[in-house]
């Protein structure tokens, strides 16, 4: 988007910018200057943006949002080439803030995930359910987690569930049967 | 002759004219829910008010108004101090077993908050206060106090150096600030005459009524210090302890020591080889200190302040300090604590954090414990409710100060192990699965990520904020020398490491300095665009506009998009002097690709 503002600013007598993105809150963080990840790319675009406003009481900009659904005519070809062009990352990849934090995120919900894995994590006798995919489900910390998220408002159906995923050892269910 | 005078007097700055973005930026930082004062009038009225256009205008022109003319209207200086009892103190009859809260009325708060924004930024972009002042500056938190703290104690240690710390108190902090020194002071920092001026209307004649129960009083004058209860008095008085900080760091050069200052709560710090010559070093530093403090205006409390060691060796040995102030005079000496409370962090005397996490985790586990009233597995709250509540409100207590333990290649199995029984009887609450069910099980159900991996991600991100801090922030002066950017290098900083000294000091400062070069991005927290009052957006609001339809779901919503779309677009076409661009990125899947953005663009007419 830096460029395009940039493009568009450098061309003679223009007084009106129009942009079209499917993304209107992307197109926010590029004109404010605070600390955010991808920071440079708003300051040149504040730079540029206040050198061509201060110019001309009459200049403006406008940002149109362009759901990316309606796969919409000249979107559509940004969207187009965006997509079939391949930059491969070189030996030396630039990061940014938020690439690095993600990494770390995911880094440790894999860690988690192998731990599941594992029967003496989960117990022996934890219910395994499977999506309708085929694939076993897995734990996440994200909107409440797997299990939680569809049943957590219901407290009946909800401690049904936990109780039925998670069943008293065997042992105890032994020991009530020897007594009684 | 002032004591002020060894300082440089800074340059004036412009205060440009308050923006509606600024005030907005203000408002939607307050919660709905604190409570009004005097004229009664909420935040949620003020956000519904402020919702009309002209009334946001007519509001900035009168915070413009207040700032140029010199004057904050009487309306705005009139509060109500709400005196409630303090639970669990055994006799009421003293004064300290009550908390005053003062509630100001929130249209001269909204104001105060859009200055001391105004005022932070300046504070840090200009240098006006020491690097080693944590308090009520922006970025500058506890956390980064104690990292500060610690690193300095490890790396000193794999010298062979032993610490000592004295930590003082300033006694009455708030309501001791002097007005004429603090005008003196803004001068000094280069805030316009019709700001100073402005401050001289806002300090004096204060008035606040007493509220107890039923009980209310009239009026009674209130102007000692600054003005309590309002978003300006932490602003203001650190920028009134900074010429403290700045002349001792000036005039005890010779004496090597690190000072470090958390709003009223100092420290000062001596290392060497015995601990005799350390003691010897803190006397003298405090005696200067307390000379500065005198100076100002302010007073040290004696009888608060605390003497510490730092020794990993086996010996006991902690001689006494005789501070030469009563009560510590002739054979009075000062002892060194066996523990040292400070930020909320408990530091023992070989830093291994035990009683601190035994105390949160504790902390943690009665608060898990008091909300079993809210909710069993029959009745009361549903569960995701219950993980919410553990998510915000008791995991942060029972993690608070985790960094200082937490680092690669620390020892913190009995640590981790006290949080661990902690989640689980959290889980076991949320889920209400029987008590003998595995803690694995129970977390995975709730959606509680394992302590130590919650830990080590939480740590791992914060790694990085380092790179966002400003460039004279404190931890900056102990990393390598690509991180020092502004910042003094500490003697005990990193980059004064050899390759092989370094591999001697363990901590969180060497992990965060093993991790930034994975970052490639810089930042600029505190960029000339920044500045309050100068933004893109408070410079030309009308000028950037922003055609928004949030997110459609259904069809017929879709369409009446697609139909106005191509309105507007007819429309750009054949207009002049127009270019139009269409901008779209793809983040693809596989991680040896960059992310890309990509643009096209035409000229119309």
């Known amino acids: 988007m830096g460029s395009a503002i940039t493009l568009a600013t450098q061309q003679d007598n223009c007084e009106k910018i129009y942009i079209f993105t499917d993304s209107i809150a992307s197109a926010r963080r590029a004109v404010d200057p605070s600390l955010h990840s991808g920071q440079g790319h708003s300051l040149a675009v504040c730079q540029t943006l206040a050198a061509w406003l201060a110019e001309d009481s009459s200049c403006t900009i406008t940002f149109i949002q362009v759901p ?41 919900q894999e860690s988690w995930t192998r731990m599941f894995e594992n029967l003496s994590y989960k117990g022996r006798n934890f219910l395994h359910l499977e999506r309708l995919d085929g694939d076993a489900l897995k734990p996440t910390y994200i909107n409440g987690g797997v299990w939680l998220s569809p049943v957590g408002s219901n407290l009946s159906v909800a401690v049904r569930l936990f109780r039925y995923s998670q069943p008293r050892p065997n042992w105890i269910i032994l020991r009530t049967f020897q007594h009684s | 002759m002032s004591v002020l005078d060894p300082l440089p007097t800074l340059q004036e700055r412009d205060w440009p004219p308050f923006s509606a973005l600024e005030l907005t930026d203000a408002l939607s930082s307050c919660s709905s829910r604190s409570s009004p004062g005097l004229d009664h009038i909420t935040w949620v009225h003020l956000k519904a008010v402020l919702e009309i256009e002209k009334s946001v205008q007519l509001l900035v022109t009168l915070a413009d108004a207040c700032i140029h003319v010199g004057h904050w209207p009487k309306h705005f200086k009139d509060s109500v101090s709400v005196i409630i009892p303090k639970p669990g103190k055994p006799t009421y009859s003293t004064p300290k077993s009550f908390r005053p809260i003062v509630l100001l009325n929130t249209v001269g708060k909204l104001i105060e908050k859009m200055i001391s924004n105004r005022l932070q930024f300046d504070m840090i972009k200009d240098d006006l206060v020491h690097p080693n002042q944590v308090g009520g500056v922006r970025q500058r938190s506890t956390k980064d106090a104690g990292l500060f703290l610690t690193n300095l104690v490890r790396t000193g240690w794999a010298k062979g150096k032993k610490t000592s710390m004295l930590a003082f108190d300033i006694a009455q902090f708030f309501p001791s600030l002097n007005h004429a020194m603090l005008l003196a002071i803004l001068r000094k920092q280069g805030f316009s005459s019709f700001v100073g001026r402005f401050f001289a209307s806002y300090l004096i004649d204060r008035f606040t009524s007493y509220l107890c129960g039923s009980f209310r009083s009239g009026p009674r004058q209130a102007d000692v210090g600054v003005g309590q209860g309002s978003a300006l008095s932490p602003v203001l008085s650190a920028l009134y302890i900074a010429p403290v900080m700045k002349l001792y760091h000036m005039q005890a050069v010779a004496l090597k020591t690190s000072l470090l200052l958390y709003v009223d709560d100092g420290t000062v710090m001596a290392q060497s080889k015995s601990l005799d010559k350390n003691r010897e070093t803190l006397k003298d530093a405090y005696a200067v200190l307390l000379r500065l403090f005198v100076a100002i205006g302010l007073v040290l409390e004696h009888s608060k302040t605390e003497y510490f060691i730092f020794d990993r060796s086996h010996s006991d040995y902690s001689p006494p300090i005789g501070l030469g102030y009563a009560p510590y005079t002739g054979k009075d000496l000062l002892k060194p604590n066996l523990y040292w409370r400070y930020l909320g962090f408990y530091f023992d005397r070989k830093l291994l954090f035990h009683e601190h996490v035994r105390y949160y985790s504790t902390k943690a586990l009665s608060s898990v414990k008091a909300m079993k009233m809210l909710g069993s597995s029959t009745q009361g709250l549903p569960p995701k409710e219950k993980r919410l509540l553990y998510r915000s409100c008791v995991l942060p207590i029972a993690t608070y100060g985790y960094r200082l333990w937490y680092y690669e290649g620390a020892r913190c199995k009995k640590a981790l192990s006290l949080l661990k029984t902690m989640q689980r009887k959290a889980g076991l609450w949320i889920t209400g699965a029987f008590s003998t069910s595995l803690t694995g099980g129970i977390e995975s159900l709730a959606g509680l990520i394992p302590v130590h991996l919650h830990l080590q991600k939480m740590a791992g991100r914060a790694n990085f904020r380092t790179a966002t801090l400003s460039d004279t922030h404190p931890l900056r002066s102990i990393l390598s020398q690509d991180h020092h950017k502004g910042a003094q290098p500490h003697p005990c900083a990193i980059s004064q490491m050899s390759e092989a000294f370094k591999r001697k000091v363990k901590g969180t400062v060497m992990e965060i300095d093993r991790h930034l070069p994975e970052l490639t991005e810089s930042f600029e927290p505190v960029a000339s665009e920044a500045r309050p009052g100068a933004r893109l957006m408070d410079r030309f609001p009308d000028q950037v506009i922003f055609d928004d339809c949030g997110s459609l779901l259904e069809q017929d919503a879709l369409e009446a998009r697609e139909r106005d779309l191509f309105t507007i677009f007819g429309n750009v076409r054949l207009s002049d002097n127009t270019v139009y661009c269409s901008v779209d990125a793809s983040l693809p899947d596989n991680t040896h690709c960059n992310g890309l953005c990509n643009y096209s663009c035409h000229s119309a007419g």
């Open chain 1, 68 to 108: 990316s659904k309606l796969e919409w005519s000249i979107h559509k070809e940004a969207h187009d080439y965006a997509k079939d062009l391949i930059s491969p990352a070189g030996p030396r990849p630039a990061m940014s803030l938020d690439s690095v934090q993600k990494a770390v995120t995911k880094c440790a």
